[in-house]
């Protein structure tokens, strides 16, 4: 026996064909807007030149997957924090983000360093050290800021001593229009003593004040920062790092997917 379509289960037939062709289209579209990334080149009076990104994969509403990586490479600043070239210098870290008001973002993080500037080891080695750290963003119609705090804290290696730091910095700025804004900015950098340290070792290599300013495009991607500011450390903290810096700045040149 013979069976032949109606229009209706042709027009059945021909919206299940075209379901199936949809679906995996919007399924990819949805993965796609699940992930989000940002690649920054900064150049700053200390650590001299470090690509750096940082990206987030969703989870849910709130929260979402988070991993990011310095590309330090192998400055050495003059004598060089630790007292030398630091082995190309990497870091590379993951964590979680979690939004916790409108335009507040929490974003607890662990860094595995590489290379040899915590270490103290000379030679650079993988795993040289950790980084715990935590980045608080805030991101309003018309205001931003960033509250960054890591502890670099180096491993023994089979070294004489290790070397620890504390880096910090806290911004606050006003968008003045889509395309500019304009803030403060604090930032300190703190070599904290380490494993054979001497007692009291500790001082700052720099603690700088000043303002910002950053041009972005208002449709978001491509965004440029500049930073300055001055020294705020005393003359007998100056004398202690060795480290002569009366000004401090920073550029930064970046692009979010």
């Known amino acids: 026996m013979k069976r032949s379509f109606t229009k209706g289960g042709l027009l059945t037939l021909l919206l299940a064909v075209l379901m199936l062709a949809v679906n ?6 949805q993965e796609e807007s699940r992930f989000s990334m940002d690649v920054t080149l900064n150049s700053d009076i200390f650590f001299g030149f470090y690509p750096f990104f940082a990206g987030s994969y969703s989870l849910s509403d709130n929260t979402a997957f988070t991993f990011y990586g310095i590309l330090w490479s192998g400055g050495n600043n003059g004598a060089g924090i630790g007292g030398g070239p630091w082995g190309n210098w990497t870091e590379f870290g993951v964590g979680m983000d979690f939004a916790v008001a409108e335009g507040i973002n929490i974003n607890p993080q662990i860094g595995l360093l590489n290379g040899s500037l915590t270490s103290g ?10 980084v715990p750290n935590l980045t608080i963003g805030l991101d309003k119609a018309f205001t931003e800021g960033e509250i960054y705090v890591g502890y670099y804290a180096g491993f023994d290696h089979g070294n004489p001593s290790t070397n620890n730091y504390l880096h910090y910095w806290a911004n606050y700025g006003f968008k003045i229009s889509p395309f500019f804004s304009a803030g403060l900015h604090l930032e300190q950098l703190r070599f904290t003593g380490g494993i054979n340290q001497p007692e009291g070792s500790a001082y700052d290599f720099y603690v700088a004040l000043g303002p910002y300013v950053q041009f972005a495009d208002p449709n978001g991607g ?22 002569t810096q009366p000004s401090f700045f920073k550029l930064t040149v970046g692009y979010s997917f």
């Open 121 to 130: 080891l000379g030679t650079p080695v993988l795993g040289e050290g950790i």
């Open 24 to 29: 995996p289209q919007q399924a990819k579209a």
């Open 222 to 243: 491509a965004f440029a920062r500049f930073t300055s500011g001055a020294d705020l450390r005393s003359d007998d903290m100056i004398a202690k790092s060795g480290w």
